[in-house]
């Protein structure tokens, strides 16, 4: 880790800004200098709490010259306008996921970045598990043999006062999509970094538990890898818990399964054993017990995850080198998700990856809710 210490401000002051604040403040190399929100009352309040300088003016926050780094926690689909912003002023961007709500709006962005010369990394935190690189790993080295078959299962649960709780929520503008785009695309993403790319996808999607929303909270998509195997996600905020579900990623093979709950498996079964398997399970194991990480609850995640993620950003940075999270690694699963969209919009015809175009937000609205 560089002794550099990195100055960095957040833009937005919502929920999701608390666990970047928190994660930033638990590295020896970074200090949060500075919070921008439009509402100087939000951002003076976070400011506080944080110890940081509050700003209501976004030129006057970019123009902090001590500020080398800035993250970006606006709704979904009002990242593009303060990245473009951001990137203008010279400073290196780190966004919440999605990058931003549609293919066009990320490369736009991603372009802006590479034209300024500064680093655009995503916040996909599930890719910092120690778990998810054994798993990597064991894909990498052929341990399961041929693989036939993976699924990404999100049965996460949301009130309607969720979807209540602020006017952005559970629109196409600004959440980008529904259960799938923003409960799901961390795990969508993971999928991705372990199985590789997917050539074809069909899916359904509607809106069966919420009212007065946009988007879908129930989908299923089933996929066509590129190695060959095949795969489901399935995708919904109507799984009622308590305590919440576990994401999953299962993997199987002609010669091994593995399936990661959250960041623990409860399986991991090869036909070629070797001497670390024990050690694996007794290590990351999961749990019975364990609540899934915002699952029923979006304020009940870890921010150690995100300060992972954070720690490769600022090494990619002082290193002068791509991240392994950069724009074009997020953009793969805003792209898939886009494609499952284009699906199920058309009653599940199937829709070929690299996607042709993104799908209309009055189309989706009407073939998931059925109002225009």
């Not at 308590?242 to 409860?266: L, N, R, W, Y």
């Not at 199937?350 to 009055?362: N, R």
Request: charged share 20%; aromatic share 8%; hydrophobic share 40%.
């Amino acid at each position: 880790m560089s002794n550099k210490i990195h100055k960095i401000g957040i833009i937005g002051a919502g929920m999701i800004a608390q666990f970047h604040a928190e994660a930033i403040k638990a590295m020896p190399n970074a200090e949060l200098v500075a919070v921008y929100n439009r509402n100087l009352e939000k951002a003076t309040a976070f400011a506080e709490q944080h110890q940081c300088q509050a700003y209501n003016d976004l030129d006057t926050f970019l123009a902090n010259d001590d500020m080398q780094v800035v993250t970006i926690c606006t709704p979904s689909g009002a990242h593009l306008d303060p990245g473009l912003a951001a990137a203008k002023a010279g400073k290196h961007i780190i966004v919440e996921k999605p990058i931003e709500v549609t293919t066009d709006k990320t490369d736009a962005l991603i372009q802006a970045c590479n034209d300024q010369g500064v680093q655009l990394i995503g916040i996909l935190p599930r890719r910092f598990n120690q778990s998810t690189q054994i798993l990597k790993d064991a894909v990498d080295n052929g341990r399961f043999g041929q693989i036939t078959l993976a699924e990404a299962s999100i049965k996460w649960f949301r009130t309607q006062e969720y979807y209540d709780s602020g006017a952005w929520r559970g629109t196409w503008a600004l959440d980008g999509g529904g259960a799938l785009m923003n409960q799901s695309i961390h795990t969508v993403d993971l999928l991705l970094h372990v199985m590789g790319n997917v050539t074809r996808v069909c899916a359904f999607a509607g809106l069966e538990g919420h009212k007065d929303i946009e988007v879908e909270d129930v989908l299923v998509a089933i996929l066509q890898f590129e190695n060959g195997a095949r795969g489901v996600i399935q995708a919904s905020t109507t799984c009622y818990s308590e305590t919440g579900h576990p994401a999953q990623v299962q993997i199987c093979g002609m010669q091994g399964s593995a399936f990661m709950v959250d960041d623990k498996f409860s399986v991991w079964d090869f036909q070629d054993k070797q001497d670390n398997d024990g050690e694996i399970l007794k290590t990351y194991g999961v749990n019975a017990s364990a609540k899934g990480a915002g699952a029923a609850d979006p304020k009940a995640i870890d921010f150690s995850w995100h300060q992972r993620n954070f720690e490769e950003a600022l090494a990619a940075i002082d290193e002068n080198r791509p991240s392994i999270v950069d724009g074009q690694e997020g953009r793969k699963a805003i792209e898939l998700i886009g494609a499952i969209y284009q699906s199920a919009a058309n009653g599940g015809q199937p829709v070929s990856l690299p996607l042709q175009s993104w799908p209309q937000a009055e189309q989706l609205t009407q073939a998931f809710t059925g109002k225009s």
